[in-house]
């Protein structure tokens, strides 16, 4: 069995595909390691809609989240758990900085409304005007559109 090197005399046309591999193996794992890290805040397991509205401000830094997991447990804005009255508190501290400041809520969707609204409330009194409830996208089959859920909603 006779294997050819390529001579001075031939030019070895051939793709090495082994280097490319190796590049997009490398880039594979590191998107499964960032990937779970890009959602910011506490996971809440939120309502589903079929058409939500565009909410690009969701993901800056300069928007408010307010996450309510479960009912009556803890409020959180970022990841610091809060109890309601440090939440009203907050809001008046950042509402002082910026009024103009989007607010986005992540209410669970096992949550009662009584506690969204209690929330909507807070909110209202401390007299932000630009407030949004964020939804999990789905497609017409339920089906759930992946990603974050304030980055992934379409018109």
């Keep these: ?8 005399d031939k030019v070895n046309s051939e ?11 490398v880039l594979l794992i590191i998107f499964m390691v960032v990937t ?25 830094e300069s928007s408010i989240i307010i ?5 009556g447990k803890y409020y959180l ?9 440090a939440l009203r508190e907050n809001l008046a501290e950042n509402y002082q900085r910026n009024s103009s400041k989007p607010v986005f ?10 506690e969204v609204k209690k929330v909507l409330k807070a909110v209202q ?5 630009k407030v949004a409830l964020l939804s999990q996208h789905v497609d017409e089959k339920g ?10 909603m379409k018109k």
């Excluded at 793709?15 to 193996?25: A, E, K, S, W």
């Excluded at 779970?36 to 800056?60: C, H, I, W």
């Design 67 to 71: 996450a309510v997991p479960v009912e």
């Design 36 to 60: 779970p890290m890009l959602q910011k805040g506490v996971p809440v397991n939120l309502p589903t809609s079929r058409n939500p509205e565009v909410q690009p401000d969701a993901d800056k």
């Design 1 to 8: 069995m006779a294997m050819d090197v390529g001579g001075a």
């Design 77 to 85: 804005v970022g990841k610091e758990p809060i109890p309601f009255e």
């Design 15 to 25: 793709i090495n595909i082994t280097p490319f591999c190796d590049v997009v193996l």
């Design 105 to 114: 809520i992540k209410a669970g969707r096992n949550l009662p409304f009584s």
């Design 125 to 129: 009194d401390t007299g932000f005007k």
């Design 143 to 152: 089906n759930i559109i992946a990603g974050n859920p304030a980055s992934e």
